[in-house]
Nanobody, 123 residues
Framework: VQLQASGGGLVQAGGSLRLSCAAS????????MGWFRQAPGKEREFVAA????????YYADSVKGRFTISRDNAKNTVYLQMNSLKPEDTAVYYC?????????????????WGQGTLVTVSS
């Protein structure tokens, strides 16, 4: 199983980025696909998640209304559209897959992880 995250970069505050997570190696139907982030010196935190088989999504309060998670089943890819970026959004962003029935926000529940992509938001 491989999760390949991409799309990170340097952006000014107020700008936008779209992260992609290409999944391969198995069928992810029924899985939850999540995005987490880890800023320097901080613990990894939940950002957003979506059920692979539906449009049900869940967001951390800190990104609600600014970030949108979506998936393209044909491309086996999950996206994180990030708008109105703030300097505090600076972190390494990871995508992950979880076999749980519901959406879980705890990183230890997730079974597969991508390598991370760095997002830097300048003020």
């Amino acid at each position: 199983v491989q999760l390949q995250a991409s799309g990170g970069g340097l952006v000014q505050a107020g700008g936008s980025l779209r992260l992609s997570c290409a999944a391969s190696g198995r069928t992810f139907s029924g899985y939850t696909m999540g995005w987490f982030r880890q800023a320097p010196g901080k613990e990894r935190e939940f950002v957003a998640a979506i059920k692979w088989s539906s449009n049900y999504a869940y967001y951390a309060d800190s990104v609600k209304g600014r970030f949108t998670i979506s998936r393209d089943n044909a491309k086996n890819t999950v996206y994180l559209q990030m708008n109105s970026l703030k300097p505090e959004d600076t972190a390494v962003y990871y995508c992950a897959a979880d076999r749980s029935f519901g959406i879980v926000t705890t990183s230890t529940s997730y079974d597969y992880w991508g390598q991370g992509t760095l997002v830097t938001v300048s003020s």
